[in-house]
C-alpha cells in the first residue's frame, strides 16, 4: 500500500520504483557544504568546467517518458524506445522504459544531458565521476558510460571517429 506524503504543500505517493526528485534534491542539499567558496563559484555568463576547461561538447539531452512518442525506434536488447533524436535541431532524445529495462532507475526517471568526450576511459579515470553505468558498445564505433553528479545522470560518449 502507498503512503501518501504531504511537504511543502505538495502531495505525492511513495512509490518504491520511482524516483522522488523533491525529496532527491532535499536529501543532497543537506548534505552539500554550508560554507560556499565565492572564489571558486562560476559567473552567470561563464561556461562550465565541463566544457569551458575539459573540452567536453554537449551531444543531447534524453527525457524519460511514459508516452508513446511520434516516429518510435525500439531497442529490443535495452528494453527501450527511442525518439525525436535524428529530428531534432537542439538534441532532444525522448526514452520511454519498459518495465524490465535495464536501464538504472535513475536513467528511467530522471532527464539526463549527455555529452561528447575524445577519451572515455581517460574522463572517467582523472575526474573522480560516480560512474552508475559502466563503459560499453551500444553500437560499433561507440563507446558509452553514464556517471552520476548531484543525483542527475549524465551520459559521456566517445565516437570512433576521435581517435
Known amino acids: 500500500m502507498a503512503t501518501i506524503l504531504k511537504s511543502d504543500q505538495r502531495e505525492f505517493q511513495e512509490n518504491p520504483n520511482r524516483i522522488d526528485n ?12 554550508k560554507k560556499i567558496n565565492r572564489n571558486n563559484m562560476r559567473l552567470e555568463h561563464e561556461l562550465p ?17 511514459i508516452l508513446q512518442m511520434p516516429e518510435e525506434t525500439y531497442i529490443p536488447h535495452l528494453k527501450f524506445h527511442v525518439s525525436g533524436f535524428s529530428t531534432s535541431p537542439f538534441g532532444i532524445e525522448w526514452m520511454r522504459f ?14 539526463h544531458i549527455a555529452f ?9 579515470k582523472t575526474r573522480n565521476l560516480k560512474v552508475i553505468t ?6 560499433d564505433g561507440i563507446k558509452v558510460a553514464m556517471i552520476e553528479h548531484n543525483g542527475a545522470p549524465i551520459e559521456l560518449i566517445e565516437f570512433e571517429k576521435n581517435k
Open 22 to 33: 523533491f525529496r532527491l534534491f532535499t536529501e543532497i542539499s543537506t548534505e552539500m557544504p
Open 49 to 65: 568546467a565541463s566544457i569551458a576547461d575539459w573540452g567536453w561538447k554537449y551531444h543531447h539531452i534524453g527525457i524519460p517518458t
Open 134 to 139: 559502466e563503459s560499453n558498445s551500444p553500437a
Open 116 to 124: 561528447e568526450v575524445s577519451d572515455l576511459d581517460y574522463e572517467i
Open 98 to 111: 519498459d518495465h524490465d529495462s535495464p536501464f538504472d532507475k535513475l536513467i528511467q526517471t530522471v532527464p
